[in-house]
């Protein structure tokens, strides 16, 4: 097989996307799609073709956008003029878009001097904080290629460090860049990536396996989904390229089910890129081989838990197994394995491209890089955002996320999902990392961030999470098993107002029981959501005990 | 080796030690409700977390394994209030049904919670509402009881490759039950009754029959008659403060005639009548040739049930001949009815099975019925007789020693070994030899097949023949050696083996789902040792070799595969299931 | 299949021939047979084509993938995306991901029962509907929302049920009339 030449589709991809006076990107991520960004696009394709403007400007659907609650987005990008974002999109808008913004524009250039009055009503400024206060890494390509096209991956740079990897680099190299970069694990758990190859690129078999887990299931969250929809290589680049670093003999995408378009483009460019050789035998020449393939959760969030998405690609019940032995050591049908999230894996090549050095100077002493977070709740703009570590929350939610939707004031955050906690208004100052957020009873957890104001009910908000946690737990260990539902019985029986007072001390022993001697992450961490708001808002609680012992006095 | 500090006492062990070996190594008990040493570790319970220097969390004993430098902490203040909590959290979800269940008083569940002295609970109740399964009329599904500690599935699937049960749902609502909305019945189940031998609680059991039993001797209609199979005699101490192993028979004999059994009579008799007629079938088969071997014995009613339900195929290698148990009922319906002169119907057959399947045995076929009636009305546990000794208040332990019973009383050596893996072998071999050169051997003790590995395999010179035999025991053992014999077959070349016995539970009868629980490696051994201490011990130790047996096939059978042997001692097998598992 | 009515030896043959005369079972096992880690994704290919995994299908499957009977159930009855029983025509999914939970999605589950009559995990008397709670669909710029037979509805209030089932009532009324 020839060997791929990355400058030249480089070139031919640069030719072509100059030889159009303009381009609209289309946000096409499962978000958009729900508010109908394809009759918006089918409005815009038939509006070019009636002004003949379709031969000189492409419509790009890409991944997301980030900006979920304003959607449909369009990104208008006119050669020689700054870009316009669309928000809120719908047919007849982009009509009138066409005519009123394309059209001239490209017709008449000389006369065109800004977008219409009526129309920047709907358009978002870019120089917003939303965009200016994020920087992108994993999200640098999501809203700008077709998720697709392995050729717009490519010409972004695509597949460079796969082929320094496989060419001129040794797998201890690898693991030395990535230690460098002080890249942590991004599903929540922070371990260490480079230690974590390592661990098993030391371990001898005669098959080892490189596994993503894309199981991506605390509600509120939806990073892996968007970068796997908007920008599939990047993490088949970095999975391969932790193959590669591990000794991997054969790899593993495990995705949620309930994500069939990120499936689907997944599935579309593995096969791109075995088509390249990317992936496959003897990549790049190298004489290595290494090929990927899917397997689909069904709706288990344990199946987040190393040990239990083994078990379940097996064709297990998903139920986690006592560590050790660890899955580095024995893994996925016996064999050592090294599971990575998806987030992690699509850091990978932009590491190796740019030097873990580089990824280093970004974050704080301990976090370094970005972390991308789904921000939702009662925020304004709520959407995928990528920050750097060290960023405050405050920052956040006030600057990037534009404050609550509902003009109330914010009363806290809650990250890390069921497994983490709230952090409260007065401490919104925190800067965003693993051991900060640690230190006040929550975790960075996945990267789900949702805002809470006001009206929100804090005893309410633990019952939510717990009650997942129950419905979620797979039942194998006592502790996780009936502790999670006496603890929700107690939670319940205190928000309707039937509390007593040495209930408190109840809930408190049973988390303690239930973090103690669960035997995987979701039983240990399921507490938090109840002691966390028990510790920062004790009052609310108390309140509701009070009104009810004062009842009963009466 | 590796070191570690376990409560500040420094201790060394063996790479690979769990914390709680290591702790018991160091006379340190730590609780625990899940884990059984008989089976792999399945970590549900979180009974015996320890804690370990610079871990975020407790760690459980069961499966941890003690690493270089490790500090542990077995108890203090914190332990024993998080395993006090689980406790209350198991016993919420349990009915504690206490003294209306089997269990009571040999609960496991139920030591803990005095161990830790529980007193109240005031949690509320998150007891499913589910249905008793009895369907299979030999073991009782009870899932409101069950503790969901997995022991039963591990057994069920891991050990025996039945796959009859499994964890079904998820959560609060996980249960242990058979694949789909079906009954066990229904289920590929074999009755093997592992998974009620291991059950720490009372959720699944014998089909307890005591009552039925008890009925019975009170009818003064009935002629109640008994018999013990050899397994029985071994472990039934254990309830009554004696070693495993210890040989109870005499002891049995008289408990039962005191329970107002009129006639004791030991399966071990059958057992050297099964020989009489598996070794002739055997040496027929030997003279035969083509594909009528190997032989396969049948004493074990779970793995008849196995056979017709997965290895069909393998009906023609069966031995026709009955088990020990069907055969003295038979003959008690029969030879011995005739005998006395009582009319078969007056007589209630009750046998004493180490074994659940046996329940199922004795109605398993027409040919179960060969006396006109039902050869055995009744077949109790280990289990439920050390029960019905209590309830007859009888001190078992300083009971004399009574005798068994003639016609069907008398034993030799090579009967009582059939309670354990290899006795079948050993004791058709020792016969064997004289149906076919018609001289005794004085070579009866044959070792490599007393052993617990799963298959053993030996090859015996009989003649000038050498006869190669195969044991195995345990179900997913057995499966190996079908499948050879399979592969074999497939090929067109001779069958591995000439003999093969097997036994669905390891050790044997020794450690039959009938047996008393808790029963390990050490405790099969030691039963079996009980057991081949008899046969060592006894004058008589080849089958042909019972004066009672000479006298049965002289004045009643006439030779062994007989018309009339054939009519009382032998059955047929019928394919009965496609299951898959 | 009812308690009691067992897989005898007849039933399961029935059951197989009829399982190996379906196409798409034949297909999927056909597709997945001697891949590993192919049980799961085998059920995904009958959950998808029939909205169930009939026991039936269970059954010739154990055989064909040689996979115990119980091993597929253990599966089944642990993933939630599995169905044993055949839902309703129209399957909406109320997603319960925080996002909707703050902004109302426990109205709106109850608001699709008092409309359709179907209880959360079960579906309607006539089979037209089935409701359910999912997690989080990842639409929280959404929220909430809920998902009838792939169709997402975004930013629900109370009030827009009713059209929602009236629409897919229509819809399935039209198409019987067909």
């Known amino acids: ?46 509006g070019l073709k009636g002004h003949d403007l379709d031969k000189e400007v492409e419509i790009v659907p890409t991944g997301c956008m980030g900006l979920c609650s304003h959607g449909p987005l369009i990104r208008v990008e006119v050669v020689n003029r700054p870009p316009v974002l669309y928000v809120e999109m719908n047919p007849m808008l982009a009509r009138l878009m066409v005519a009123e913004h394309i059209e001239p524009a490209l017709k008449r250039p000389d006369t065109f001097t800004s977008v219409p009055e009526f129309l920047l ?143 689907e483009r997944l599935d579309k460019a593995i096969k791109a890129a075995r088509r390249y050789n990317f992936v496959g035998k003897d990549i790049f020449g190298s004489g290595r081989d290494l090929d990927v393939d899917i397997r689909l959760g069904a709706g288990a969030f344990v199946c987040g838990e190393e040990t239990a998405l083994i078990a379940s690609i097996e064709g297990k019940r998903g139920s986690p197994t006592p560590r050790p032995p660890y899955p ?78 509902t003009g109330k004031a914010i009363k806290a955050v809650q990250t890390g999902g069921p497994s983490g906690g709230v952090i409260p208004r007065s401490e919104l100052e925190l800067p965003v990392c693993y051991d900060e957020l640690k230190k006040l009873g929550s975790i960075m957890g996945s990267g789900g961030m949702i805002v809470m104001d006001e009206n929100d009910d804090m005893v309410d908000i633990a019952k939510f999470y717990l009650g997942f946690t129950v419905d979620e737990s797979c039942g194998k260990c006592a502790p996780c098993r009936i502790g999670g539902k006496q603890l929700l019985l107690l939670l319940e029986k205190i928000a309707d107002g039937k509390g007593k007072p040495e209930d408190l001390d109840h809930l408190r022993e049973l988390a303690l029981a239930m973090k103690k001697a669960s035997l995987c992450g979701l039983g240990q961490t399921a507490p938090n959501p109840v002691l966390s708001t028990l510790h920062f808002f004790a009052d609310e609680y108390q309140a509701k005990i009070d009104l009810n012992v004062s009842a009963k006095k009466d | 080796m590796i070191n570690a500090i376990l409560n500040g006492i420094k201790i060394q062990v063996e790479p690979g030690t769990s914390i709680l070996q290591a702790a018991h190594q160091a006379q340190v008990k730590i609780p625990t409700l899940c884990y059984h040493p008989d089976l792999p570790p399945t970590a549900s319970c979180g009974i015996c977390v320890v804690k370990v220097k610079n871990a975020p969390n407790m760690m459980r004993a ?131 009754g592992q998974c009620s031998a291991h059950c720490p609680v009372g959720a699944i059991y014998e089909y307890n029959q005591a009552e039925e ?21 071994v472990s039934i101490g254990e309830t009554f403060g004696f070693a495993p192993g210890t040989n109870l028979t005499g002891k049995l004999y008289t408990a039962l005639r005191r329970m107002g059994f009129q006639q004791v009579f030991d399966t071990n008799f059958g057992a050297d ?123 078992f332990a300083s009971l004399d020693e009574g005798e068994a019973d003639s016609p069907l009383g008398r034993y030799t050596g090579a009967g009582t070994i059939f309670g354990e893996t290899g006795g079948v072998m050993e004791a058709a071999l020792r016969t064997a030899h004289k149906l076919v050169t018609g001289k005794e051997t004085d070579n009866l003790e044959f070792a490599p097949i007393h052993t617990l590995e799963g298959v053993k395999e030996l090859t015996v010179k009989i003649g000038d023949k050498d006869i190669k035999v195969c044991v195995a025991h345990g179900l997913r053992n057995v499966e190996e050696v079908v499948d050879r014999v399979r592969q074999a077959k497939k090929a067109g070349q001779e069958p591995p083996w000439h003999f093969i016995e097997v036994m669905a539970c390891l050790g044997g009868c020794v450690g039959g789902g009938g047996q008393f629980w808790g029963v390990t490696d050490k405790v099969r051994l030691e039963r079996a040792a009980g057991l081949t201490k008899e046969d060592r011990g006894a004058k008589l130790r080849r089958s042909h070799e019972n004066p009672d047996v000479k006298k049965l096939y002289d004045e009643f059978i006439g030779k ?17 299931s496609l299951y898959r598992r | 299949m009812a308690i009691g009515s067992g897989d005898t030896i007849v039933t399961i043959k029935k059951a197989m021939a009829k399982a190996a005369g379906e196409p798409d079972v034949v297909a999927a096992v056909k597709k997945w047979k001697n891949k590993r880690g192919s049980l799961i994704m085998v059920l995904h290919e ?27 159930y253990e599966a089944l009855t642990f993933y939630h995306y599995f169905k044993l029983e055949p839902p309703g025509k129209a399957v909406i999914s109320v997603c319960t991901g925080t996002a909707c939970y703050l902004k109302g999605s426990p109205a709106l589950v109850e608001e699709f029962s008092k409309e359709t009559g179907a209880k959360v995990g079960t579906s309607t008397e006539d089979k037209l509907f089935h409701l359910q709670c999912v997690r989080c669909v990842g639409c929280c710029g959404l929220a909430p929302v809920a998902i009838v037979n792939g169709k997402t509805y975004g930013r629900l209030t109370t009030s827009d049920i009713k059209k929602i089932v009236n629409e897919w009532r229509e819809h399935f009324s039209t198409d019987d009339a067909k």
């Open chain 3, 46 to 72: 009958i959950q998808n084509s029939r909205g169930y995994v009939p026991r039936d299908v269970s059954l010739y499957l154990s055989q064909e993938l040689d996979v115990p009977l119980s091993r597929i």
């Open chain 2, 560 to 576: 062994p595969l007989s018309e009339k042997a054939h009519t009382l001692f032998h059955t047929h097998y019928v394919e009965r």
């Open chain 1, 1 to 46: 097989m020839p060997k791929v030449n990355l400058k030249e589709i480089s070139d031919r991809v640069h030719a072509r996307q100059k030889s159009f006076k303009a381009r609209l990107f289309v946000c096409s991520s499962t978000g958009c799609i729900a508010s109908g960004c394809k009759t918006v696009m089918e409005a815009v394709s038939s």
């Open chain 2, 273 to 395: 009548v099964t020989i009489m007629e598996e070794g002739s079938e055997l040496v027929e088969r030997i003279t035969k040739g083509g594909d009528s071997l190997p032989l396969i014995t049948t004493c074990c009613p779970a793995w008849v049930d196995f056979m017709e339900k997965f290895d069909s195929d393998m009906i023609s290698y069966f031995s026709s001949c009955k088990s020990p148990q069907a055969i003295v009922g038979a003959l008690t319906k029969s030879y011995y009815a005739e005998k006395i002169g009582v009319s078969p119907d007056k007589i209630f057959m009750v046998s004493i099975m180490p074994c659940t399947a046996k329940k199922f045995e004795i109605v398993r076929a027409k040919d179960m019925f060969a006396s006109g009636h039902q050869d055995i009305d009744v077949s109790l546990t280990t289990r439920e007789l050390a029960r019905m000794i209590r309830q007859a208040g009888l001190e």
């Open chain 1, 328 to 405: 580095s050591v024995k893994g996925l049908w016996g064999k050592p394995s090294n599971v990575n999230n998806v987030e992690t894996l699509a850091n990978i090549p932009t590491i190796i491209r740019r030097g873990g050095a580089w990824f280093a100077s970004m974050g704080t002493a301990t976090s370094k890089g970005t972390k991308v977070f789904a921000l939702t709740g009662k925020v304004k703009h709520s959407g995928l955002i990528e920050v750097p570590m060290g960023i405050s929350l405050k920052r956040i939610v006030e600057s990037i996320g534009g404050g609550t939707s």
């Open chain 1, 121 to 263: 009503e709907h358009t978002l400024s870019l120089e917003t904080p939303f965009f200016t206060d994020q920087v992108k890494v994993v999200l640098e390509n999501s809203g700008r290629i077709v998720p697709e096209s392995i050729d717009d991956y490519i010409a972004d740079g695509g597949y460079q460090a796969l082929e320094q990897v496989f060419t001129k680099m040794t797998p201890q190299e690898v693991i030395k860049e990535i230690t460098e970069s002080g890249l942590r694990g991004r599903g929540g758990g922070g371990f260490p990536t480079g230690r974590k190859w390592g661990l098993t690129a030391q371990i001898q078999g005669d098959e080892k396996f490189i596994i993503c887990n894309g199981d991506e299931g605390d509600p509120g969250a939806y990073m892996d989904r968007s970068v796997l929809e908007g920008n599939p290589h990047a993490v088949i680049e970095g999975m391969m390229i932790a193959g590669y670093a591990i000794g991997a003999t054969s790899g593993w995408f495990y995705v949620r089910a309930e994500y069939p378009l990120a499936v």
């Open chain 2, 213 to 233: 039993v008890w009925k019975a001797l009170l009818d003064k209609e009935k002629h109640c008659i008994v018999q013990i199979a050899p397994a029985v005699r």
């Open chain 2, 62 to 192: 069961c499966t941890t394994p003690v690493g270089e430098g490790m500090e542990i902490t077995t108890q203090d203040a914190e332990i024993v209030a998080v395993r006090r909590s689980i406790l209350e959290l198991i016993l919420s979800a349990h009915p504690n049904e206490c003294l209306t269940c089997l269990r009571n008083g040999e609960c496991e569940l139920q030591r803990l919670a005095e161990d830790f002295g529980i007193s109240r609970s005031d949690l509320p109740k998150l007891v499913p509402s589910l249905p008793i399964d009895d369907s299979t009329k030999s073991i009782v599904l009870d899932p409101r009881k069950c503790v969901r500690c997995g022991r039963c599935t591990v057994v069920c699937q891991n050990v025996q490759n039945v796959w009859a049960l499994c964890m079904k749902n998820r959560g609060l609502d996980a249960v242990v039950a058979p694949a789909g909305d079906i009954q066990l019945a229904d289920s590929p189940c074999v009755r093997c």
